[in-house]
């Protein structure tokens, strides 16, 4: 009887022992896997900001493409008055 018990208990030790080296290993993938998880928010993060100052930029560059739109339209304006006052002139 004392036999048979000592068998089930080296048998539940090395189960023990497996079971531990398998979660031992689990919890190592896991680790790697929320780094790895860290590393792609930081990744997205900064994506995020870069692409965010693009926007700023594209803004800022359409507000300046306007105005210059709008410049250019008024020197059109002006330089065809030129044109119809130099004509009655001459």
């Known amino acids: 009887m004392c036999y048979r018990l000592s068998v089930i208990g080296y048998l539940l030790s090395v189960l023990g022992y497996v079971l ?5 290993r689990l919890s190592v993938i896991c680790f790697g896997l929320c780094v790895i998880g860290y590393l792609l928010w930081v990744v997205g993060y900064l994506l995020c900001v870069i ?5 700023v930029v594209g803004y ?16 059109s304006v002006v330089g065809y008055l030129l044109s119809v006052v130099g004509f009655i002139i001459i």
């Open 60 to 75: 800022l560059l359409s507000v300046v493409g306007y105005r210059l739109s709008v410049l250019g339209y008024v020197l």
């Open 20 to 24: 531990s080296v398998i979660c031992y």
């Open 51 to 55: 692409g965010y100052r693009l926007w």
